[in-house]
């Protein structure tokens, strides 16, 4: 830890007004140097890598090249008038490298939460196209998280987003809501896995008939849950169960991968989270994604689009209502068309799975089998989250104004490990978590580090709270 030398006054209008919570002041790799209240944090090992963001860590010397030929080989148009070269050769990528017959054309934006808004417009002229315009309601999930902008946050469904409610789109005749399928804490003692799964899925087809599928237009979910429910894999056979109601009621099946997709936690060495759970016969019709498409280098997200979708608009309009300055943006797609490549070159899909699932085991066997306050951890691939709880036997939440994620956060800090700390909701949906990403390039060593440094960490809070 190094004094920092320049005053510490914010002029960034995020997190912490007044002064900098957190700053990252440098890095390479896996490595960040994080400044807290005048302190340097030197060499700080990145297991989140932003907010699941950084598929190759920092100042990769591939990418600044990679860079710099995007530059001077992309050039800019308004891709709703006119594509370039760079965006159609990163759909062309992305639909290749997934399951045959999956998607077919993609759709690229700035950000997860513009995906979605996007996403959404896509739905929309879908039905109309197809003639039928009472197709409007749009079911997710509790405890969900869509973005922050007012369509995404309309379909998201959390204690966070609830002040923003007068702004969002009808949150009983548009938008509504099923129960997540939140497995550690909802799935009854009494209950298999399987009979757990039946439940949510009998209630969700419920609730289609009772609202009339003829008005129901899209069931939206993360394939993979990650700033709420904090990673909780889909219980066995949901996501087949939803992928039928959807084509048993002509609905549209729209998955989230924003944060757990292109690459993070795919099986194949490839890119969509999906096919964990899925054949590609039961592809998602929309998908969003963003996040480690441009691994941090560049702002890039998107909305990929399925052969139904598709034929419905060439079969109809062939065109598509409205459109962004900076979609499909040349620079940007070029990017991250190179940095996707290297992914692929360098199998660092398959090597981040392999390295998150055995971090994963090595956190739950030493963790859930030691007294401290972990009560679960959970996740897949490169994607994984501890939960801590005050009791484990009965999962008692601990009292909001002890802060018990960003606490964890603080301390793995000070231990040299960078994580995501979430608080609890006030209402008792969900604790407490720890959030854990680490960057596809991460070593058997880097893991080791970052596990050794999460177990004193969780030793170190379970000392002062218990
Ligand atoms: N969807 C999911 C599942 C997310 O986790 C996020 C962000 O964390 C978003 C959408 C929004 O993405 P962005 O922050 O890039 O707007």
Redesign the pocket.
């Known amino acids: 830890m190094t004094a920092a030398t320049e005053p510490q006054t914010s002029y960034v209008f995020q997190g912490t007004v007044d002064k900098p919570g957190l700053q990252v002041v440098g890095g390479k790799s896996v490595y960040i140097d994080v400044e807290k209240d005048g302190v340097v944090h030197k060499n700080v090992i990145d297991a989140m890598t932003g ?1 699941a963001v950084g598929a190759l860590g920092s100042a990769d010397e591939d990418v600044f090249k990679i860079i710099n030929e995007a530059a001077r080989e992309s050039t800019y148009s308004f891709c709703p008038l006119i594509s370039n070269k760079s965006s159609e050769a990163l759909s062309k990528f992305y639909i290749e490298n997934s399951p045959e017959g999956a998607f077919s054309s993609a759709l690229w934006l700035t ?4 995906s ?1 808004e996007n996403a959404l417009r896509i739905v929309r002229q879908y039905y109309l196209e197809r003639g039928l315009p009472e197709k409007v309601k749009l079911i997710s999930r509790e405890s969900s ?4 902008t007012l369509g ?1 946050q309309s379909i998201s469904w959390n204690p966070r987003i609830e002040p923003f409610t007068p702004y969002l789109m009808d949150r009983k005749s548009v938008c509504l809501k099923m129960p997540p399928a939140y497995t550690y804490r909802f799935k009854e003692k009494a209950e298999t896995e399987e009979q757990y799964t039946e439940r949510l899925l009998g209630a969700l087809e419920q609730q289609i008939i009772e609202n009339g599928a003829g008005t129901i237009a899209a069931i939206i979910v ?1 394939t993979l ?3 709420t429910l904090g990673t909780t894999p889909p219980p066995k056979g949901y996501l087949k169960g939803i992928r039928a109601l959807c084509n048993e009621y002509d609905i549209i099946f729209y998955l ?1 991968e ?2 757990c997709g292109t690459g993070r936690c795919n099986p194949n060495g490839k890119l969509n989270c999906w096919e964990n759970y899925l054949d590609a016969s039961e592809a998602p019709d929309i998908q ?1 994604i ?2 480690t498409i441009g691994s941090g280098y560049v702002t890039l ?1 998107g909305v990929l689009i399925g052969p139904k979708i598709r034929n419905a608009f060439v079969n109809g309009s062939n065109s598509v209502f409205g459109g962004n300055t900076y979609s499909g943006h040349a620079f940007n797609c070029a990017v991250a068309l190179g940095i996707q490549k290297k992914i692929l070159k360098e199998n660092l899909t398959a090597n981040i799975f392999k390295m998150g699932n055995l971090l994963g085991a090595k956190l739950k066997e030493r963790l859930l089998s030691a007294d401290n306050i972990a009560g679960d951890v959970r996740g897949v691939g490169g994607f994984w989250s501890i939960e801590f709880v005050k009791d484990r036997a009965t999962k008692q939440i601990f009292d909001a104004d002890l802060n018990v994620g960003p606490r964890f956060k603080q301390l793995c800090l000070e231990n040299g490990v960078n994580v995501m700390g979430m608080p609890a909701f006030a209402d008792g949906s969900c604790g407490d978590h720890a959030l854990v990403a680490p960057a596809f390039i991460v070593t058997e060593d880097h893991i080791e580090e970052i596990y050794e440094k999460i177990v004193k960490s969780v030793d170190d809070l379970t000392s002062i709270l218990k």
């Not at 950000?111 to 513009?114: A, I, K, N």
């Not at 998280?145 to 922050?148: A, N, T, V």
């Open positions: 907010a950000s997860g939460s513009e979605n998280y869509h973005g922050f995404a993360e849950p990650g700033s989230d924003v944060m969003t963003g996040k997200a």
